[in-house]
């Protein structure tokens, strides 16, 4: 199984595990990208996800065909949340099962660290001083220098 | 002259102020055809802007058909 | 915090996972052990895992230090399941949270690592054929080398 | 002589047929005394067997004392 989806309700991981079940697995590694209280120095007091759906879903599903292709894994599944997130919430979500723990924790690295880069989906970060901006907008963001990879998690 | 459907988001959307819009267009690609609503809407400089034509990622340069969707894609940042 | 155990019953991840949340951090990674229907070859009914408790509570939480110091992670917890286990239970359960995606992927991985290698537990394979065999036990288990350190998730 | 504690697992507890025992023995090191159960029990072959005096790891060659609790270490395999 290989599914990539897009919700505006809560991600419901516990639920989700249960799909990716499979007696030949060995093992499962899981990813949750968390909204943080401070991104780049900034108090955040809540975030906005904003999807392009149809193409988001299209590219989400490559990258499970990628992250398959790549590694000897059972099943995969990715779900990322659009709307209004409050700290602590959770933005996206990714499962991966397979025979050991190596392609585990390969794929599902992969898996995110794609869905990061090419999914498109877009976050408003909302500050304590009253500001706002889309991440990795250059002129919209105060603070400048949005381009580091490693920052947004 | 050809009628091309535009979506907008995040950024994009924020600064153009509508969802959506159909134009007529004399753009021959996303490239010129974003020149053209850049001068209209004066959206905020991007670190890159990519395109997708009817749901699937496409070149800056690809001809434009008429009917054809176009979204402009600023650098993404899920998770 | 930073929380090893060892536990008779079911682990409950769901629950475990609660104890992880911070606000300050952007990324959680888990991983899970499942018991396999097969391992070398070999149709496996159940496993049975005991442990030298005194001893695996000390390394556990010490490979929980020494993955916080390595990796700038907030909380990780490890539990580890001994007694009987059917095929699709869980053996063992990691579960991490930090700032950032790459610290919690690496600090679960090193986590899992070092405790299949040096926490004092070991399983025993019961299989369909009626032998059974204490793994990585030379002269116990049919079918010989098992010096493979990917083989056994 | 001094009395030992021993505590057996995983194909040493199978193989002794009893989780735990005290003898009273002349072994100076955890060598010597695996040497001597070995004798008593005949453990199968095993690729390594590592030790632990009072629940911590310890080299074969550290001298035991009277009252030790020993634990003989067959190679692990938890997950």
Chains 1, 3 share one sequence.
């Not at chain 1, 659009?82 to 924790?105: K, N, P, Q, Y």
Request: net charge negative; aromatic share 10%.
């Amino acid at each position: 199984m290989l599914q990539f989806a897009i919700q505006d309700a809560d991600l419901q991981p516990d639920q989700w595990r249960q799909e990716l079940l499979d007696p030949a697995c060995g093992g499962y590694a899981s990813f949750e990208g968390w909204v943080r209280n401070h991104n780049d120095g900034e108090d955040v007091l809540r975030l906005e996800y904003q999807a392009y759906a149809a193409l988001a879903l299209k590219e989400g599903q490559r990258i499970l065909a990628e992250a398959a292709e790549k590694f000897p894994i059972a099943h995969a599944k990715c779900v990322h949340r659009t709307g209004a997130l409050e700290i602590g919430g959770m933005a996206v979500w990714v499962g991966v099962s397979g025979g050991h723990r190596d392609e585990c924790f390969q794929a599902c690295r992969y898996i995110i660290d794609e869905v990061k880069h090419r999914v498109p989906v877009w976050k408003k970060e909302h500050y304590r001083n009253g500001d706002s901006g889309w991440v990795n907008c250059e002129a919209c963001a105060a603070g400048g220098d949005h381009d580091n990879g490693h920052r947004h998690d | 002259m050809k009628n091309i459907r535009i979506e907008y988001f995040a950024v994009l959307r924020e600064q153009a102020g509508l969802d959506s819009e159909t134009l007529s267009t004399a753009a021959e690609t996303p490239q010129q055809l974003f020149a053209e609503l850049n001068e209209r809407y004066a959206f905020p400089q991007l670190q890159s802007v990519k395109v997708a034509i009817n749901d699937e990622f496409a070149d800056m340069q690809t001809p434009l058909h008429d009917g054809d969707a176009v979204v402009f894609i600023p650098p993404v940042a899920g998770g």
